[in-house]
């Protein structure tokens, strides 16, 4: 994976087959809480059974059918947290075009993502939408991940590089560490990441 960079005229990061596979199918999962209908089906992009590949996904998938999904109100705040009538109220009133919004920003970026070849360009008119909707992406990884804090963030970390040195000792096993929760944790710090860069694009000197 590679960041996001100036190339003529837009913003290029560079993902493998698999990368793409995997950001794009969770892009289309917080579609799916979004908006309750998927993006459609996405095609083979790499030999690796998909099974396999997204066994960590299942428990993020699964999760999306809650109707209290805590990963809702994170993407979706309630407007008065103090005034369920005015919340309520508010809600009705925009939720409909704020989904809609949230929803066509995810649409852009997975239809982009299965695409051929290994470059995510995003035009520059576009790059500060996409990184919006990185944002909502990363809001439902945190909600689901239990990020709340900083210092949860900080556990998170210690939590994957734990893994990580288990796995460079060879005792992958021993770790006490969730697989799950360390690789939806890895993806968050890698959209993070990406995210990042994407606005380091956006307020650079050069425009």
């Given at each position: 994976m590679r960041a996001f960079e100036a190339r003529n005229g837009a913003a290029v990061a560079e993902l493998d087959a698999e990368e793409r596979a995997v950001v794009a199918r969770v892009i289309a999962d917080v579609g799916l809480l979004l908006a309750g209908e998927a993006f459609g089906t996405q095609r083979e992009q790499v030999e690796t059974p998909e099974e396999e590949l997204f066994r960590h996904l299942r428990g993020f998938e699964a999760a999306l059918s809650d109707p209290e999904d805590p990963a809702v109100l994170r993407i979706l705040p309630n407007a008065a947290p103090d005034d369920r009538e005015v919340a309520d109220e508010f809600r009705r009133l925009t939720e409909?075009?704020?989904?809609?919004t949230k929803v066509e920003r995810l649409r852009v970026i997975w239809e982009a993502l299965n695409e051929d070849g290994p470059e995510w360009e995003v035009p520059a008119d576009e790059a500060m939408s996409t990184a919006a909707a990185l944002t909502d992406v990363r809001l439902v990884l945190a909600a689901r991940l239990g990020l709340d804090t900083d210092e949860d963030a900080d556990v998170l970390h210690r939590e994957i590089e734990m893994a990580e040195h288990a796995m460079e000792a060879g005792v992958e096993g021993a770790s006490s560490v969730n697989p799950e929760r360390v690789w939806l944790g890895m993806l968050y710090q890698a959209l993070t990441w990406l995210q990042e860069s994407l606005m380091t694009y956006v307020m650079r000197d050069d425009v």
């Open positions: 409909p075009d704020l989904r809609a």
